[in-house]
Nanobody, 120 residues
Framework: QVQLVESGGGLVQAGASLRLSCVASGRTFSSNAMGWFRQAPGKEREFVGA????????YYADSVKGRFTFFRDNARNMVYLQMNSLKPEDTAVYYCTASYTTNWSGAHYWGQGTQVTVSS
């Protein structure tokens, strides 16, 4: 099992930046691919970004490409989502996720989520 705990959400104005953090615990973490999803009110969960354990390939949704950056620190069991130039449409609960595998194969473990609210 892998346990994931997110932090760093909050209320910001459009154009601001936030950095979300996620700490992983449980079984060996460093070999898991990691990702972020989000869910806005009344909408389905949406993929935001993910990378493989090696960090060599990072995938982003078109809606966040160029504004969000995913990075990880395996030594600290941490992954981060740096969000710049935030827009009101980025308002959502953001979830840290992990795959069973070293290459991204989908979200098999989920954190509880952290709320991000962007005001116009």
């Amino acid at each position: 099992q892998v346990q994931l705990v997110e932090s760093g959400g909050g209320l910001v104005q459009a154009g601001a930046s936030l950095r979300l953090s996620c700490v992983a615990s449980g079984r060996t973490f460093s070999s898991n691919a990691m990702g972020w999803f989000r869910q806005a009110p009344g909408k389905e969960r949406e993929f935001v970004g993910a990378d493989n354990w090696s960090g060599g390939n990072t995938y982003y949704a078109d809606s966040v490409k160029g504004r969000f950056t995913f990075f990880r620190d395996n030594a600290r069991n941490m992954v981060y989502l740096q969000m710049n130039s935030l827009k009101p449409e980025d308002t959502a609960v953001y979830y840290c996720t992990a795959s069973y595998t070293t290459n991204w194969s989908g979200a098999h473990y989920w954190g509880q989520g952290t709320q991000v609210t962007v005001s116009s």
